[in-house]
């Protein structure tokens, strides 16, 4: 196949065919067996031939040659490198290429950039949210402690009024009615006492 494309390369040639007649009949071959592990030769071939017509192709025609698993691929990755290292940017790629790349990068710089304001965005939303949790949250404890604390002056009050109780019992509240009344249930008795206490005075 190799020997018959190149035969029909130098026929077109001696008959005065274009480069375009040329060109597709390269492109034919690499369609048909360009995926054949030995078909390296056809590619090798291409590729060359580019280099001498239309320099501009040969960047592409190397990324689909390279992309293809052939014999001695290291072998012609190290050819590609080599072309790459002594080529001029401005012999590789077109100003449309050039363009093009731009609007990518242009686009593609767009795009992260979107990204990086919406996660910026979407994380400053998540800090808001846990500082009123946070805030929340500490407001619950302030109202917890206070509660806490009354509930403490409360049991202190209430043991100091226990305490108070146990030493002066007898002013404890009711204790005042309580006496009064126990005076009251003894007034008979004192008042039949009185004559007896009379008589003893003068011997005081």
Request: charged share 40%; hydrophobic share 35%; aromatic share 8%.
């Amino acid at each position: 196949y190799q020997r018959r494309v190149r035969e029909a390369v130098v026929s077109t040639q001696s008959t005065g065919g274009d480069e375009n007649e040329i060109r597709t009949i390269y492109q034919r071959a690499v369609e048909a067996c360009g995926q054949d592990y030995r078909s390296d030769k056809i590619w090798e071939a291409y590729v060359e031939w580019e280099k001498q017509t239309d320099k501009y192709r040969v960047l592409k025609l190397y990324k689909q040659f390279l992309g293809c698993v052939i014999q001695r691929h290291q072998y012609h990755f190290d050819k590609f490198r080599e072309w790459i290292f002594f080529t001029p940017v401005k012999d590789m790629v077109t100003m449309e290429d050039i363009k093009e790349l731009l609007t990518r990068h242009k686009v593609e710089a767009e795009r992260r950039r979107l990204e990086t304001e919406k996660k910026i965005k979407e994380e400053e939303e998540l800090a808001r949210v846990a500082a009123e949790e946070a805030a929340k949250l500490a407001e619950e404890q302030r109202k917890q402690a206070e509660e806490e604390e009354a509930k403490i002056q409360e049991d202190i009050k209430r043991m100091q009024e226990e305490q108070k109780m146990a030493v002066f019992g007898d002013e404890a509240p009711g204790t005042e009615e309580a006496t009064m009344e126990g005076i009251e249930e003894l007034a008979p008795e004192v008042e039949e006492l009185a004559p007896e206490v009379e008589e003893l005075a003068p011997e005081v």
